[in-house]
């Protein structure tokens, strides 16, 4: 078989690196190094893909060193050419795609109109978030003519028992408008002794027919809905991997061998013992 040309396996890595599951960027990006083997060539070409991944996956950073700093997100509703906003706190800054940290943090203006708006709704967002999710990171973003985007995330790494988890959803709005449109992702990778991954997502909408004037309000009758239906999404996806577990995973397996009777799985070890002990006298 020919071998790939450099821009063929350049190529391939971004493939392997947009594809990543959550929390594992970091091992496909070495493995990737290890077969390229050219660190030239990514410095050049691989920032570009990992820079797409942590805004489509809406990576969460810390602007400082310190262990208890908050999160902020990267996405693509709050990048302003090279650099992403963080209006809770009014700054700017620049993110390595590759090191995953921030830098060059400096104070920018934002939109003073949508500003009342959205603080309400990063308020209420944050609250919603502590109470349904463990390590929820939120971001409530101004964009651009007026629009609003929402972005909640929360993610499970839990290598030790080789298994990680995302959440993601954002909910986006244009100026003017009723409807949130809402888009919900879950992505679960499990791998002890093998590689099986979750993928589900849910496109939804939701009216809000009070008036913004009343920020706090509408925010609270906005968090409702979104609460209404990411908890249906949550109920959906158990209902249906509980069906999957009682119906499709049962029809691939026996539930009992031909004899009808279990096995006594510690009985054959014994039996097994007792042969290679008498093989050997």
């Known amino acids: 078989m020919q071998e790939l040309s450099a821009a063929e396996r350049m190529k391939a890595a971004e493939s392997f690196l947009l594809q990543s599951p959550p929390g594992e960027i970091n091992d496909v990006f070495h493995d990737i190094r290890t ?3 050219n660190d ?10 990992l820079l797409k991944y942590h805004t489509e996956q809406l990576t969460t950073v810390s602007k400082s060193n310190s262990s208890d700093s908050e999160q902020v997100v990267i996405s693509e509703y709050n990048r302003v050419e090279d650099r992403f906003i963080d209006p809770r706190k009014r700054e700017s800054f620049r993110f390595d795609s590759i090191r995953q940290t921030v830098e060059d943090v400096q104070s920018c203006e934002i939109d003073e109109e949508s500003e009342p708006l959205r603080s309400a709704l990063d308020t209420a967002v944050q609250k919603y978030a502590l109470e ?3 390590s929820g990171v939120v971001g409530v973003f101004s964009g651009s003519e007026g629009a609003l985007h929402i972005c909640i995330i929360d993610n499970k790494y839990n290598p030790a028992n080789f298994w990680n988890g995302r959440w993601r959803s954002v909910w986006s709005k244009q100026a003017n408008d009723t ?3 809402g888009l919900i992702k879950v992505n679960v990778h499990y791998y002890e002794d093998g590689n099986v991954q979750l993928e589900n997502e849910r496109e939804v909408e939701v009216t809000i027919d009070g008036r913004e004037e009343d920020h706090e309000a509408y925010g609270k009758a906005l968090l409702k809905q979104i609460a209404a239906q990411e908890k249906t999404f949550q109920l959906a996806l158990n209902e249906a991997y ?4 009682e119906t499709t995973f049962k029809g691939l397996r026996r539930a009992l061998p031909l004899t009808r009777n279990k ?4 009985k054959i070890l014994n039996y097994r013992i007792g042969n290679e002990l008498g093989s050997r006298g």
Do not use: F, S
Not at 242 to 245: I, M, N, Q, V, Y
């Open 35 to 37: 077969l390229i083997n």
């Open 263 to 266: 096995l006594d799985w510690n």
């Open 179 to 181: 409807t949130w449109k």
């Open 132 to 134: 349904h999710y463990p």
């Open 40 to 49: 030239e060539a990514l410095q050049t070409d691989v920032p570009d893909a």
């Open 242 to 245: 509980d069906e999957l577990a």
